[in-house]
Nanobody, 119 residues
Framework: QVQLVESGGGLVQAGGSLRLSCAAS????????MGWYRQAPGKQRELVAT???????IYADSVKGRFAISRNNAKNTVYLQMNTLKPEDTAVYYC?????????????WGQGTQVTVSS
């Protein structure tokens, strides 16, 4: 079982920056994809940025050039540096991991962290 704990959300003015962190813990063979999704009120959850199983990164078009995903494999932690934030970035941000354990392949979600960008 993999548990994901996020931190770093908050309230920021438009144009500001925030850095989110997500630490994975538990018992697993490997973590494959790991990244960030977000869900704004009344909208579906959407991909923000993620590492793939082969180490490449995928970004939503809306955040390219403003957000950067990074990781510390030794700490099983992934980060999301968010710059030049816009009010439309307001959402609950969720960490996601696809991982492999003794019972097969699984997906875990964090509890979410609120990001609010004021205009």
């Amino acid at each position: 079982q993999v548990q994901l704990v996020e931190s770093g959300g908050g309230l920021v003015q438009a144009g500001g920056s925030l850095r989110l962190s997500c630490a994975a813990s538990g018992t697993f063979f490997s973590i494959n994809n790991m990244g960030w999704y977000r869900q704004a009120p009344g909208k579906q959850r959407e991909l923000v940025a993620t590492f793939t199983s082969i180490g490449t990164t995928i970004y939503a078009d809306s955040v390219k050039g403003r957000f950067a995903i990074s990781r510390n494999n030794a700490k099983n932690t992934v980060y999301l540096q968010m710059n030049t934030l816009k009010p439309e970035d307001t959402a609950v941000y969720y960490c996601n991991a696809d991982w492999r354990g003794s019972g097969g392949n699984f997906k875990s979600w964090g509890q979410g962290t609120q990001v609010t960008v004021s205009s």
